[in-house]
Nanobody
Framework: QVQLLESGGGLVQPGGSLTLSCAAS????????IGWYRQAPGNQRDLVEV?????LTTHAESVEGRFNISSDMKTVNLRMNMMKPEDTAVYYC?????????WGQGTQVTVSS
C-alpha cells in the first residue's frame, strides 16, 4: 500500500503561480514514476507531468515552458507558472511501478480573476 498526501491547491489569478506537493508513504520502494494528472469538469483525467526514477520527464504540450516537476521519488512538486484559466481542474498525484498504481484524493486548482 502507498499513501499519497497532496497539498498546495487553491485559487490563483491568471498569470500567477502555484506549487503543488505530494508526499508518498508506505511501500514506496518500487516507485518507477511519480507525477501529476488533472481532470476538469466534464473531461477525462489527463497527464500534466510525470518524472521517472531515472529523471526522465513527460508533460502535456499545454504546460510546455510553464510547469516544472521535481521529485526524489518520495515527494513530488509541481511548480506552475503563468497560469491560465484553462489550467483549472482537480489535480491528482500518481505513483506507478512494479505492481503499483496509486492515486491521491485530488486537490482543486482554480485560475480566475
Amino acid at each position: 500500500q502507498v499513501q499519497l498526501l497532496e497539498s498546495g491547491g487553491g485559487l490563483v489569478q491568471p498569470g500567477g503561480s502555484l506549487t503543488l506537493s505530494c508526499a508518498a508513504s508506505g511501500n514506496i520502494l518500487g516507485i518507477a514514476a511519480i507525477g501529476w494528472y488533472r481532470q476538469a469538469p466534464g473531461n477525462q483525467r489527463d497527464l500534466v507531468e510525470v518524472i521517472t526514477s531515472g529523471g526522465l520527464t513527460t508533460h502535456a504540450e499545454s504546460v510546455e515552458g510553464r510547469f516544472n516537476i521535481s521529485s526524489d521519488m518520495k515527494t513530488v512538486n509541481l511548480r506552475m507558472n503563468m497560469m491560465k484559466p484553462e489550467d483549472t481542474a482537480v489535480y491528482y498525484c500518481n505513483v506507478r511501478g512494479c505492481g503499483l498504481d496509486y492515486w491521491g484524493q485530488g486537490t482543486q486548482v482554480t485560475v480566475s480573476s
